[in-house]
């Protein structure tokens, strides 16, 4: 089992930056693949980004290459998606998830097992 905890989620202009951070509790983590989603208002939730175990492959969705980068330090059992040049459309609830069976595609929600509670991202026009 692992507990996942986000953070660093805010109010910031258009144009602006936000380090998102998820904390893992078990050693586990850095032996799976983790990704961020985000979900707005009335919208599915959509992948936005991934990292496989050893930082090695990452994975970006199209609207957000050149702007987010996705990391993690698996030393402190930590992830990390770094956003900048924010714009409205990224106002969402962003989540981490993580897990043993994230395989091939990891844009796919379902194959993650563990989720944080999410974390709010409001950008301003």
């Known amino acids: 089992q692992v507990q996942l905890v986000e953070s660093g989620g805010g109010l910031v202009q258009a144009g602006g930056s936000l380090r998102l951070s998820c904390a893992a509790s078990g050693r586990t983590f850095s032996t799976y693949t983790m990704g961020w989603f985000r979900q707005a208002p009335g919208k599915e939730r959509e992948f936005v980004a991934a990292?496989?175990?050893?930082?090695?492959?990452?994975w970006l969705v199209n609207s957000v290459q050149g702007r987010f980068t996705i990391s993690r330090d698996n030393a402190k059992y930590t992830g990390y998606l770094q956003m900048r040049n924010l714009q409205p459309e990224d106002t969402a609830t962003y989540y981490c998830?993580?897990?043993?069976?994230?395989?091939?595609?990891?844009?796919?929600?379902?194959?993650?097992?563990?989720w944080g509670q999410g974390t709010q991202v409001t950008v301003s026009s």
């Open positions: 990292i496989d175990r050893s930082a090695g492959s990452e």
């Open positions: 998830a993580t897990g043993p069976r994230v395989a091939g595609n990891p844009a796919i929600a379902s194959q993650y097992d563990f």
